[in-house]
């Protein structure tokens, strides 16, 4: 797939996440021809230790997520849904579109684009794949590949009401400044545990999903003087 020229990259403009991610985050290709490495890997046990233990022996298994980066007048943000309420798993969670490795999936990269298109319509001649983050290990077992994407102009969306209650996006201005990020404590199962949250407007952004937009910030944006 071709990659779109870089514009005049602006700060937090498309380009400009563009030209930050090469060579640092891994391609698709890199990561297809090198699938039997193991990536370095972020995690729920992070900031919860504790839960390493009580999950040690469990298979992680295999998923993958879509980052969305959409631009509008120069300026980028990212893609979310606000998942289902009537869903047995995350219900009313505000996540990526994404989900488990189907063993019709030759890799990673084609599970985060199915999916994109089984929840949100998104057809993959419209998303130019920027690279993966390291991977994300969740509490409940699994181990989510994300791949950061830049969309094309010309794009649809069209969400699946069984799964997705609502399509927003969130500057990336605000999600890549750590004055935005708080921590918080929930007890899940009897366990109390932190996590990240990223409020916005009404929105509330957290767990995984603001796990992984941290990654992306320490990968890409940690330089930067907004921290």
């Known amino acids: ?8 990259a602006d700060p937090f403009s498309a380009a400009d996440l563009r030209r930050r991610a090469r060579g ?11 699938a039997h490495d193991v990536p370095s890997v972020r995690s729920d046990y992070q900031l919860n230790p504790q ?18 980066v959409i631009e509008r007048a120069g300026c980028a943000s990212i893609l979310f849904t606000q998942r289902s309420a009537h869903l047995n798993a995350h219900a009313g969670q505000i996540s990526f579109p994404g989900g488990k490795k189907e063993p019709g999936d030759a890799n990673l990269a084609e599970t985060a684009l199915r999916e994109a298109r089984e929840e949100i319509g998104l057809a993959a001649e419209y998303i130019e794949m920027v690279g993966f983050l390291d991977d994300y290990i969740m509490s409940t077992g699994y181990r989510i590949s994300p791949l950061v994407a830049i969309l094309r102009e010309g794009y649809s ?15 990336l201005s605000h999600l890549m400044n750590l004055q935005n990020y708080e921590m918080h404590t929930r007890e899940f199962s009897g366990v109390k545990r932190l996590f990240y949250a990223i ?15 941290r990654n992306l910030y320490d990968w890409l944006y940690v330089t930067d003087s907004n921290s």
């Open 199 to 213: 409020p916005y407007g009404n929105r509330f952004i957290w767990g995984a999903t603001a796990g992984m937009l």
């Open 51 to 68: 839960l390493e233990a009580l999950t040690r022996g469990v298979r992680k298994r295999p998923a993958a997520v879509l980052i969305p």
């Open 1 to 8: 797939m071709a990659l779109v020229q870089d514009k005049e």
């Open 24 to 34: 640092v985050l891994r391609s698709p290709e890199q990561r297809i021809a090198r």
């Open 157 to 171: 969306l069209r969400p699946d009401r069984n799964e997705v209650s609502e399509i927003f996006d969130v500057p």
